[in-house]
Nanobody, 122 residues
Framework: QVQLVESGGGVVQAGDSLRLSCAASGRSFSRSALGWFRQAPGTEREFVAGWSGGTTYYGDSVKGRFTIAKDNTKNTVDLQMNNLRPEDTAVYYC?????????????????WGQGTQVTVSS
């Protein structure tokens, strides 16, 4: 059974950093696209960052502040978030595609974690 488990969320102040981690089990995702999405109350789940075939991708609002890193030996994908802003407050989800390259729509990901809350106070 495939499982994605996120950790590392919390409450921080604007300008602080957080590192989220997603541990995958049940299969290897060494050749799959992996992504981080987030969802704030009343909004759609949006793409934040992704990894596919050694290439990284970022949403416009996080470019230059967030970094995604994949470790194939540990089957994990981390999201380093720097210079956090109140508008980054959301539940952050790790997602994986069963097959194929990078996609940016949530509907194209088959596997999801349970989410971890990130709250940034001003």
């Amino acid at each position: 059974q495939v499982q994605l488990v996120e950790s590392g969320g919390g409450v921080v102040q604007a300008g602080d950093s957080l590192r989220l981690s997603c541990a995958a089990s049940g299969r290897s995702f060494s050749r799959s696209a992996l992504g981080w999405f987030r969802q704030a109350p009343g909004t759609e789940r949006e793409f934040v960052a992704g990894w596919s075939g050694g290439t990284t991708y970022y949403g416009d609002s996080v470019k230059g502040r967030f970094t995604i890193a994949k470790d194939n030996t540990k089957n994990t994908v981390d999201l380093q978030m720097n210079n956090l802003r109140p508008e980054d407050t959301a539940v952050y989800y790790c997602a994986a595609r069963q097959f194929g390259s990078m996609r940016f729509r949530k509907s194209e990901y088959e596997y999801w974690g349970q989410g971890t809350q990130v709250t940034v106070s001003s």
